[in-house]
Nanobody, 122 residues
Framework: QVQVAESGGGLVQAGGSLRLSCAFS????????MAWFRQAPGKEREFVAG???????????NYADDVQGRFIISRDGAKNTVFLQMNSLRPEDTALYYC????????????WGQGMQVTVSS
């Protein structure tokens, strides 16, 4: 059974940085696509960044427009962990951030963490 668990959230001032971590367990990490989503109060959950498995140990990275150039998704295969480095944070980045995992050949993210609060003060 796949499990994912986030850590690393918190409170930061605008312009600051935070790094979120997501620990993966239960299956072969290298062949799973991983992504970060977020949900701000009163808004729907939205995609933030993805590390999409393309075969072997190749991953395609993609980002939402409003985090492109500020956030970086990466993964450490030895630790079965995916990271989200968030730089130049803005108050509008305040949200509950979720890590998600998707099996190969499945189009939907089926495995979700509990969420980690990130609050950016102005």
């Amino acid at each position: 059974q796949v499990q994912v668990a986030e850590s690393g959230g918190g409170l930061v001032q605008a312009g600051g940085s935070l790094r979120l971590s997501c620990a993966f367990s239960g299956r072969t990490f290298s062949s799973y696509s991983m992504a970060w989503f977020r949900q701000a109060p009163g808004k729907e959950r939205e995609f933030v960044a993805g590390s999409i498995w393309s075969g072997g140990e190749t991953y395609y990275l993609n980002y939402a427009d409003d985090v492109q150039g500020r956030f970086i998704i990466s993964r450490d295969g030895a630790k079965n962990t995916v990271f989200l480095q968030m730089n130049s944070l803005r108050p509008e980045d305040t949200a509950l951030y979720y890590c998600a995992a998707r099996e190969p050949a499945v189009n939907k993210y089926e495995y979700w963490g509990q969420g980690m609060q990130v609050t950016v003060s102005s």
